[in-house]
């Protein structure tokens, strides 16, 4: 499997653009739980001795001096890692055109984009270059990509899984997790993965549970929510379809339906966009050529020398959200909006606490369409809105996870959305394993 992996992701490569880096194979993998596993790395993930680019120029060449606490713990686990995936610069996109080293392509169509941010991630994982691919997600970046590509992408509960090693977007969003084909791997992993770190001090003290077990378990009896704001104009007809068929499936399994509100979440993406631009406008500004990133060559002054090397270093959708973050966090403006944006997310995250208290799980579509075409959504705030059914669960913390369900009419994925009580993972994977498809067997052949 692991040499597969390897002569995949090298012969895919030049079609699809989805690594940055393919390592040399070395062995086999240590004895562990998840031995002889390949696993890809999204490259905003630190792997000692490797390169550490997030696809920005201001990175080209830096090293890392250390591992990712994730990536240390499956390493010890026995995996053997394959490469580093290319993705939105900074993982800041839904489409993968951010990237300073060229778009992924999407396996389905070469003419669509693979989503965003972990694009490279979720197409490694489709065309099985890897058995499992490690992405971020902020505001959906491990799950829209995978709707868009027909793998499974699974974020945990805020703090399931440490942030150390992890290039830092916005903080209080950035999650880890993986992207696979199977729902056993993604278990696995994340019972690997999963659990304190003395070197994130945001890493949840909370016992971490069997999810490998959970996929055995019944689902009887538990009460599924349809969230109505999640259902509203602008989906697919495909789409909805295809969640329909999913919710049929665990009524089918002897789950309750329950129709609900969550009224807030029409704020979910104006909130999303202040509170994450404004963290990111001050994680970044350690690239400054000084402290990290490349250097600006002839300039004559430490102003000039910052102002160059950003300028140089970073790409117009970066530039855009830190502009954007300085403003909403400059004096005067502070209150009105991230002191607003903050109080919105409180709100936000009472809705969903609410509808736990009626529901053990929520299930929507993971995006409003199946993948687009390159070049499609030029505007920026067109693009943002593809993130309108996952921001929120960024917004709450709450863990969520797409499964394919089907293929739209085009022959692209679908995917569905499950959402849980924060560090109830279980649940989430006990309900996934009821309404997957496997779309994957479906692939087109890449080899001509
Ligand atoms: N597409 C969203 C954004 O551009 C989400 C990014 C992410 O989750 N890293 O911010």
Redesign the pocket.
């Known amino acids: 499997m692991s040499v597969n992996s390897f002569e995949r992701a090298r012969s895919l490569n030049n079609k699809l653009n989805c690594f940055l880096d393919i390592f040399e194979e070395t062995r086999a993998g240590d004895a562990g739980k998840i031995s002889g596993m390949t696993v890809a790395v999204k490259d905003v993930l630190a792997v000692e001795g490797k390169k550490l680019t997030c696809a920005s120029k201001i990175l080209e060449n830096f090293t890392s001096l250390y591992s990712a606490t994730c990536v240390e713990r499956l390493v010890s686990e026995g995996a053997v890692l394959v490469g580093k995936t290319n993705m939105?610069e900074f993982?800041?996109?839904?489409s993968n055109e951010?990237s300073a080293f060229g778009p992924v392509r999407n396996p389905w169509d070469l003419a669509r984009v693979p989503g965003?941010?972990?694009g490279g991630s979720a197409v490694a994982a489709a065309v099985g270059a890897a058995r499992l691919a490690l992405g971020?997600?902020?505001?959906?970046?491990?799950r829209?990509p995978a709707a868009f590509t027909g793998t499974i992408g699974m974020k945990p509960t805020y703090g399931r899984i440490s942030r150390y090693g992890l290039t830092a977007?916005?903080s209080s969003?950035?999650t880890v997790g993986t992207f696979s084909r199977t729902l056993e791997d993604s278990a696995n992993a994340l019972e690997v993965m999963a659990g304190r770190d003395p070197q994130d001090a945001t890493s949840a003290d909370v016992p971490v549970q069997q999810y490998s077990e959970a996929l055995k378990r019944d689902v009887k009896g538990l009460t599924i929510g349809i969230p109505m704001e999640y259902f509203g104009e602008g989906i697919e007809p495909d789409i909805r379809e295809a969640v329909e068929a999913a919710r049929a499936k665990l009524e089918r399994a002897g789950c309750k339906i329950a129709m609900l509100s969550m009224p807030h979440t029409k704020y979910s993406i104006a909130d999303?966009?202040i509170l994450?631009t404004a963290e990111a406008s001050s994680n970044l500004a350690r690239f400054d050529g000084i402290r990290y990133g490349r250097r600006a060559e002839g300039s004559h002054s430490l102003e000039e020398t910052y102002v160059r090397s950003r300028n140089e270093g970073f790409g117009r959708?970066v530039k855009r959200?830190i502009m954007l973050g300085t403003y909403v966090l400059s004096s005067g403006y502070y209150d009105a909006y991230y002191g607003r944006a903050q109080k919105v997310r409180r709100l936000i995250t009472q809705d969903f606490n609410e509808a736990f208290q009626v529901c053990d799980a929520l299930l929507t579509p993971t995006t409003p369409t199946t993948a687009f075409k390159f070049g499609q959504k030029s505007d920026p705030l067109a693009?943002?809105l593809?993130?309108i059914f996952?921001?929120s669960a960024?917004i709450s913390g709450t863990p969520a996870i797409s499964v394919p369900v089907g293929l739209d009419r085009d022959h692209l994925p679908i995917g569905a959305q499950l959402m849980t009580r924060s560090f109830d993972e279980s649940t989430m994977f006990a309900l996934a394993k009821e309404i997957i498809v496997d779309v994957l067997a479906k692939l087109p052949s890449l080899s001509e």
Do not use: P
């Open positions: 939105d993982a800041m996109g839904s951010n965003g941010s972990s971020t997600d902020t505001g959906g970046s491990i829209q977007f916005a969003f950035d999303y966009y994450t959708e959200r693009m943002y593809s993130d996952t921001v960024n």
